[in-house]
C-alpha cells in the first residue's frame, strides 16, 4: 500500500472522552461560525484527506506554498489551506490560545490558533489562479474572502453532516478495503461531470493496468452550470453497476469545493487521491480548469516539476468516438479522418440533455442519459 503524503496518515478526529471534554470546553472560548466550505476542510484535515496538513497553514507554510508550491518543509503542496476572517472578529482571537469552531450552531471543532497573519489578495490570485480577473471563479471568491488568515492545528469534535453519506469513506476506510480486495495498484479518477463514453474510455484504459479503479467525484460548491451533485452521483452508480466488474471499482465522494486552479489544483487532486491510498492518478485534458484560463495541457506539463510526489500519473490527451473504428479511439489509434471523428463536447452534451433530448450511443451510454433526464434541471443555477 502507498504511504500517505508527507509519510504519515493524519487523525485528529477526538473520540470518547476526549471529545466529550470538548464538547463541554466549547462554551467557554470564543467562537467563530464557519460555513459549509471551511467546515468540509476542517473535517478533510482531521480525517487525514489532507495529510500530512494537521490544521489550517500559518504564514511560513502559506508562504512557501504561494510561492514555491510546497510546505516549509519542502513537501509538494499546491493549494494554500486557509481560514479567512475579517479584521474586526480577528481582533477577538489571540495568539496561542483555543477557538471554538461552529457550523450551523453545532459545535465543529477546536482549533489551536497559533498565528493570525494578513495576506495579499493580488499575489494569491495570481500565483495560484494565473490571473487577477474577477471572471475567474476562484478569483471571484477570494474578493470575498476576509483579510486575515488563522493559522493552526484543528481537533473533530462532530463532522457536518452529509447529504450523501452511504458514498463517504475516509482514507483510513478507503485502505482497509482496498487492501481487503487485495488491490495493490489503484488509479484515482477525479470528476465534477456525469460520464460520457470517453470518461469510461480513459477510466477502463487505466484499469488495464491497475488492479483496480477508485471514482471519486468531488461533492461540494461549483460553479454555475456544472451538474449538480445528486445527478453526478447516480449518473456514475449507473455506469458502474451496468459496465464494470463489481470488484474492480469503487465510487466514493470527496466533499470540498472546485477551486478551478487548473495545474496547481491537479497536482492537489493527486495527493489527495494518493492519501486515499492511490498509487496512480488520471490527470485529462484542461484538468479543473474553466474558461479559457489554462493551456489544455499546463496541468499535464506541471507533474515534472514534482518527481517527488509520490503517486504516478495518467495522462490523457484528446480522444473520441470514430465511426469507422467502431469505438473511442486517440490521435495514437485512429489513422481516420476528422469526418469519422465525434468529439465529446461537453457544451454539446449539456445543451442536448437541458433539451430532455438522448445523446448518441456514441456519445453517451442510455442509461445514464436515462438517469439525468429524470431530472427537471440537472445543473447547478
Known sequence: MISPHGGQLVDRVLKGEARERAEERVHGLPR??????????????????????????????????????????????????????SEERADRFREGKDVALFH????????????????????????????????????AKLEEMGEVLLGGKVDLINAPQSRFGKYKLSPFETRVLFKEKGWRTVVGFQTRNVPHLGHEY????????????????????KK????????????????????????????AILETEMRYAGPREAIFHAILRKNFGCT???????????????????????FEEFPDLGTVPLFFRTFFYCKRCGGVANEKTCPHSQESRVNFSGTRIRKMLSLGE???????????????????????E
Request: aromatic residues 10%; hydrophobic residues 40%.
Open 358 to 380: 438522448v445523446p448518441p450511443a456514441e456519445l453517451m451510454r442510455p442509461e445514464v442519459a436515462e438517469v439525468i433526464n429524470r431530472y427537471e434541471n440537472p445543473f447547478v
Open 104 to 139: 450551523k450552531g453545532k459545535a465543529l471543532a477546536i482549533m489551536h490558533l497559533e498565528e493570525k497573519y494578513r495576506y495579499d489578495k493580488e499575489e494569491y490570485a495570481r500565483r495560484v489562479f494565473g490571473t487577477t480577473n474577477r471572471a475567474h471563479p476562484g478569483v
Open 32 to 85: 467563530l461560525d464557519v460555513g459549509d466550505d471551511l467546515a468540509k476542510d476542517v473535517e478533510n484535515i482531521a480525517k487525514g484527506v489532507l495529510s500530512p496538513l494537521e490544521g489550517f497553514l500559518g504564514r511560513e507554510d502559506y508562504q512557501s506554498v504561494l510561492r514555491s508550491m510546497r510546505l516549509a518543509n519542502d513537501v509538494p503542496w499546491t493549494i494554500p489551506m486557509v481560514l479567512d476572517v
Open 202 to 221: 480513459v477510466q477502463k484504459t487505466a484499469l488495464s493496468f491497475v488492479d483496480g479503479i477508485f471514482i471519486n467525484p468531488l461533492i461540494g460548491r
Open 224 to 251: 454555475k452550470g456544472d451538474f449538480k451533485d445528486e445527478v453526478i452521483l447516480e449518473a456514475y452508480a449507473t455506469l458502474i453497476r451496468n459496465y464494470f466488474l463489481k470488484d474492480n471499482a469503487v465510487l
Open 280 to 302: 496512480h492518478f488520471i490527470v485529462g485534458r484542461d484538468h479543473a480548469g474553466v474558461g479559457d484560463f489554462y493551456d489544455p495541457f499546463a496541468a499535464h506539463r506541471i
